[in-house]
């Protein structure tokens, strides 16, 4: 089946750092990327859709310029949580589609954000 | 507005069947999914059903869909140790954009 990997699987960060997630389509060309995130005991709440090669569409709410995307090729999309604070401490999950059925949403292993 | 809820805890004893039950709001979905999550990991999807399904068996798994209350289920027959984890249903009008449920936290007791 379609894997999708996530990098790092767990970071620590000071507050007011950035910190970058990656998330890569291992065996199929990713034409949607999408960023979730999680709080604990919490649904998935989506932040942004992403194609390859045009900018993110965000969802309401999230802010575009401290939550920076990046679908540069068609295996890989990058998160970038600038000016990290203990409020953006969360779980990320990516999920990728462009293959399977009904354009099916592959999801990663998700990575698990903690400021300080 | 989308919507989808279902309860947060169920407990079953191992070897019976576990019901998890969702609703949703929006009548214009198209397809609706169970996924599972295990602590610490991503999503792994189970199951889903168009809507203009009333019932999917998979093994172990059967999705029941009412769309006229726009209810949904997922049964697991049998249930196992390793069936604990955290299961969301999902909504999406096939745009890709899915809408998750709050995660029903199903363990097992022996």
């Known amino acids: 089946g379609a894997v999708v990997s996530q990098h790092p699987s767990w970071v620590i960060c000071k507050s007011g750092t950035s910190v970058k997630i990656e998330c890569r389509s291992l065996d199929f060309q990713a034409t949607t990327m999408f960023w979730y995130r999680q709080f604990p005991k919490q649904s998935l709440m989506l932040m942004a859709t992403s194609n390859e090669g045009s900018k993110a569409t965000y969802e309401q709410g999230v802010e575009k310029d401290k939550f920076l995307i990046n679908h540069a090729s068609l295996t890989l999309s990058t998160l970038t949580v600038t000016s990290a604070h203990p409020e953006d401490s969360s779980f990320y999950i990516c999920s990728a589609s462009g293959t399977g059925i009904n354009d099916e949403q592959f999801f990663g292993p998700g990575t698990r954000l903690t400021v300080l | 507005g989308e919507d989808v809820e279902q309860s947060l805890f169920l407990s079953v004893r191992e070897g019976d069947s576990s019901v998890i039950n969702c609703t949703y709001t929006?009548?214009?979905?198209?397809?609706l999914y169970w996924y599972k999550q295990e602590p610490g990991a991503g999503l792994q999807l189970l199951t889903y059903i168009f809507s203009n399904m009333d019932m999917k068996q998979d093994q172990r798994l059967t999705v029941l869909l009412n769309k006229k209350d726009k209810h949904l289920s997922l049964r697991i027959a049998d249930t196992q140790t390793g069936d604990s984890a955290i299961y969301f249903c999902?909504?999406?009008?096939?745009?890709?954009?899915?809408?998750f449920g709050s995660g029903t936290r199903l363990s097992i007791r022996p």
């Open positions: 929006d009548s214009s979905s198209t397809y």
């Open positions: 999902a909504e999406s009008r096939g745009t890709s954009k899915i809408i």
